[in-house]
């Protein structure tokens, strides 16, 4: 195992460099990574291999702060069904894994485990309370298990979505929940937003839960939870929301219907059937007696972002941002959006304009 890193508020410079990550179409991503891959070798590890049962079966999508944590919360009380918390690093070892996947499958295995456990084992601490949160520790996990396990798995069966199924269930066989033989696995991280196009790779057949919430509400949320942490302006959460947005609406266009369902926060915090309708298009069983649900929010509660997790549904924020966001910075912040709220208004019939 390695050492753990502390978690510092990223530079400008660096931050700089995040935006012009954000600004970049995932396909696009996708694209330079199989020209990288090709170039190391000749034959490949598939990325999935037909009738393969894989981890997550699902994902939960959308920009941050605009109710991942939550929705987690709500299916796992009422639906059988496992949601780590949230992974950011995930979608980079995904890439990875399409960068590597005409090397040994050894190599393929140790990097991608290796890189996990890399992005995962940051202490961040929470400036409220102190706490040290860390996500490698909290789930349990050891590097070279991981990769004994994967060398373990029959040439015929190895594929890119096989490493990540195994991830996936050794993290739910540590975790301190209740399951069941018909226990489904899914996921919420919001940095997946910026990967669809490996998501769909891996996970063909995986169905997906995109959740929309009013852009300048998600910018007030980001900075009244996160500024201090991450140094994020008005304007760089706004610009995430914008390319969440259209990372999303892109995969609703390649997927359809059958395999993505979507859904607004302003009716997630108001209407308690709408998580009970996602859970029954994620063909999600329900949860048979009674549910303890102390440990289900359990590691998200300790970072400062979702200390209100626990809760009660807060109407409220649906419009707390209304009488923050005014004048030149309300402008400054459309502006940036527009062109995503259009594509919303125009092929979801989502409108948040202030004329609706």
């Known amino acids: 195992m390695t050492s753990a890193k502390e978690f510092k508020r990223p530079t400008l410079l660096k931050r700089r460099l995040i935006r012009l990550r954000q600004n970049i179409p995932s396909g696009g991503i996708m694209a330079v990574d199989k020209l990288i891959g090709r170039a190391a070798g000749l034959n490949s590890i598939p990325y999935f291999l037909p009738g393969e049962v894989s981890s997550p079966s699902y994902f939960i999508l959308g920009s941050g702060r605009s109710g991942n944590t939550l929705l987690r919360r709500l299916l796992m009380e009422s639906f059988d069904t496992f ?100 226990t489904i696995i899914g996921d919420k991280t919001p940095w997946n937003v910026m990967y669809t196009h490996q998501i769909e790779a891996f996970f063909p057949h995986a169905r997906f839960v995109y959740i929309v919430r009013h852009p300048l509400a998600v910018a007030y949320s980001y900075v009244q939870s996160l500024s201090a942490v991450t140094g994020n302006s008005f304007e760089d959460a706004a610009r995430r929301w914008a ?39 994620l063909q999600l069983p329900e949860w048979e007696g009674e549910r303890v649900t102390g440990p289900i ?60």
């Open 83 to 182: 949601i780590p918390p949230e992974m950011p690093g995930l979608g980079k070892c995904t890439r990875r894994l399409v960068q590597l996947r005409y090397r040994k499958w050894e190599t393929y295995c140790r990097t991608f485990f290796s890189s996990f456990e890399t992005s995962a084992n940051i202490s961040v601490r929470n400036s409220e309370n102190g706490i040290i949160y860390n996500l490698w520790a909290e789930l349990k996990l050891d590097t070279r298990d991981l990769i004994r396990q994967s060398m373990d798995i029959p040439p015929q069966d190895r594929s890119g979505a096989a490493l990540i199924h195994l991830l996936y269930q050794n993290i739910l066989s540590n975790a301190d929940f209740q399951v069941t033989p018909r």
């Open 243 to 281: 390319r969440a947005q259209t990372n999303c609406l892109d995969l609703a266009r390649r997927v359809g219907t059958e395999r993505l369902r979507i859904t607004q926060y302003e009716t997630l915090v108001t209407s308690r059937e709408e998580s009970h309708r996602i859970g029954a298009f």
């Open 297 to 356: 929010s359990s590691a998200d509660a300790k970072l400062v972002q979702h200390k209100r997790i626990n809760q009660r549904v807060d109407t409220s924020s649906v419009d707390t941002w209304r009488s923050e966001i005014t004048g030149d910075m309300k402008k400054r912040l459309l502006k940036i959006v527009e062109p995503a709220m259009k594509r919303l208004d125009r092929e979801l019939g989502i409108d948040y304009s202030e004329n609706h």
